[in-house]
């Protein structure tokens, strides 16, 4: 697992077939003091993230083959959850 930062989203008019349908999300991976870890990922996004969101993503491919619902999906990674940022009062 890797948190990262919700930057942009994306579309393509042309792309695999399992692809149709699912959002895509631009994510900046980060690391320790949320500093950048590496270059932006494209990630398949079931949760609705929004730009700033942070989040949790995962490079299981089983997971992306069950989102898809396609056994040859060339998809890595995936937004797995929604970091809470609330901080204490």
Do not use: F
């Amino acid at each position: 697992m890797q948190p990262a930062t919700v930057i942009g989203s994306t579309r393509a008019t042309v792309k695999h077939a399992s692809l149709a349908g699912q959002r895509l999300v631009i994510v900046q991976p980060t690391g320790v003091d949320d500093a950048p870890d590496g270059a932006p990922l494209i990630a398949l996004d079931i949760l609705g993230c929004r730009k700033g969101d942070q989040v949790m993503l995962t490079s299981d491919g089983s997971y992306a083959r069950e989102i898809t619902k396609h056994e040859n999906t060339p998809a890595r990674w995936s937004v797995i959850g929604l970091i809470d940022q609330r901080r204490p009062a």
